[in-house]
């Protein structure tokens, strides 16, 4: 480990550069970091990053899951909840059963267990993907709400397809009642644990005699608490973090003092985004391993990545398709029932069906799949599996991540009238406070201006942030 640290800090001033690349020449941060770890793994003699597989969704998920939780916005999020339902659970389902009957009828010895397994990993779209495409052109709010929105539930609802069809792989059977049974207390119990968790840490914050410190330890603290908690009792420790996330985020003003929501958030966002950085980099430096374990496997490399382009295409289409889908039924149950968007027209489906780049979740799991069943006997197919992911992820983030932005001007969306997003708000925020102040100050003192260096030097940044614009 310590022969390999300074290999570490590499990687991470790599990452740094990449996405300072990526704002300098507005290209998604994901797809350059995906092509950069690429780039570097062909580097010859350096060390290989393995992380023990049961490992990865303890220390990438709680974190990022937890995150987005906290940030997103509840009113927004219940806006827009029956097209962020439908796209989280019925396309994720959907998704997943087509992947598993194309993956059983295409692939030689291809279970339709394994299929799920597939389908569960590559269902689920990367909302950071999505976003940090999204921030350089000019969109829809409701696209990135929805993005959002979908994200958190989306990853819940694809990884219970994913362990029930680990199940189905270890032990050969599937029971539908039991099933069933299981599949209500992975639910039911992750959100309760979520929410009991939460309620918990939100009295510690208010009870115990906490600083700036502390409050912002016990932030780090309380997703991991989550996860476990719920995954102990094999309950979702996905739906426990988002739901837990959401209630404490909507309480925050009650447990935490303003200075410990700034300090909060800079620390938060320096986390996510090593966080981030490292899980699309290590999508690109995964891809010799994997290579060299289908190779051992006895699979081609052209027979694989045929797998894999036909498996990526059956997921782009069956996007397009259900978010045209979403739309017929919008537009009946419009008559019927009162629905955010009467007509949303036959754009906005085509931009939504086409963000659907896959990331961190798909990685996390694939990569969480043990090398051996429990009697001993290697996965089957796994590295197939792996390498399939691998190229989910590469062409989604690449195709549709650089062609999104000419997509979004050649379709010229509607004004839909929505507001503002929260960077730009932010900045009309602060031109309109310095616009104010700055008038304050010349009317009131503009003789101590002449005089005062200290004066002159808040005006300067007064006029510089009016100029943002």
């Not at 799991?365 to 996965?379: D, G, H, K």
């Not at 201006?449 to 006029?463: D, N, R, V």
Request: charged share 15%; hydrophobic share 55%; net charge neutral.
């Amino acid at each position: 480990m310590l022969d390999h640290f300074p290999f570490y800090l590499c990687l991470i001033i790599l990452i740094v550069l990449l996405i300072m690349l990526s704002n300098k020449i507005k290209v998604a941060y994901p797809v350059l970091l995906v092509l950069g770890g690429l780039a570097v793994s062909f580097i010859p003699d350096i060390p290989d990053m393995k992380i023990d597989p049961e490992l990865i969704f303890i220390i990438f998920l709680p974190p990022l899951l937890y995150e987005a939780a906290w940030t997103n916005s509840w009113k927004e999020l219940w806006h827009w909840r029956r097209i962020i339902g439908s796209f989280a659970f019925i396309v994720v389902f959907f998704t997943a059963i087509t992947v598993a009957l194309f993956a059983n009828a295409i692939i030689p010895g291809f279970s339709l267990a394994l299929g799920f397994l597939l389908g569960g990993i590559v269902s689920p779209p990367d909302a950071v993907s999505a976003n940090a495409i999204l921030k350089f052109v000019k969109a829809p709010k409701r696209m990135s709400s929805i993005l959002e929105g979908e994200s958190l539930l989306n990853d819940a609802s694809s990884l219970i397809i994913f362990r029930f069809a680990m199940a189905a792989v270890a032990t050969g059977q599937f029971v539908l009642y039991q099933a069933a049974l299981s599949f209500f207390w992975i639910i039911i119990g992750g959100i309760a644990i979520g929410l009991m968790v939460g309620l918990l840490f939100l009295k510690a914050h208010k009870w115990l005699p906490t600083d700036v410190n502390m409050d912002i330890i016990l932030t780090l603290v309380t997703p991991y608490a989550m996860y476990i908690s719920a995954e102990a009792v094999h309950a979702s420790g996905v739906l426990a973090v988002v739901s837990g996330g959401l209630f404490l985020s909507n309480f925050r003003h009650h447990f935490l003092t303003g200075a410990s929501r700034l300090s909060g958030e800079t620390v938060w966002r320096s986390l996510i985004f090593i966080l981030n950085g490292l899980v699309f980099l290590l999508i690109g430096l995964d891809l010799p391993e994997i290579l060299s374990a289908l190779q051992k496997e006895g699979i081609s490399f052209y027979r694989a990545t045929g797998y894999a382009l036909f498996i990526t295409l059956v997921l782009i289409l069956g996007r397009i398709l259900a978010a045209y889908g979403a739309l017929i039924v919008t537009l009946v149950a419009s008559h019927f029932i009162k629905v955010a968007e009467k007509n949303p027209g036959l754009k906005a489906p085509l931009l939504l069906g086409w963000t659907g780049m896959r990331g961190v979740v798909s990685l996390a799991a694939a990569l969480s799949i043990p090398m051996t069943l429990a009697n001993e006997v290697p996965f089957p197919h796994r590295n197939l599996i792996l390498y399939i992911t691998f190229v989910v992820i590469l062409i989604t983030l690449v195709l549709q991540g650089l062609t999104l932005p000419a997509l979004i001007k050649r379709i010229n969306l509607p004004d839909f009238k929505d507001h503002l997003p929260e960077e730009e708000t932010q900045k009309l925020i602060k031109e309109a406070l310095a616009t104010e102040s700055l008038n304050y100050l010349t009317e009131n003192y503009k003789a101590e201006l002449e005089h005062s260096p200290h004066l002159q030097k808040a005006g300067q940044q007064m006029e510089r942030s009016i100029n943002l614009r």
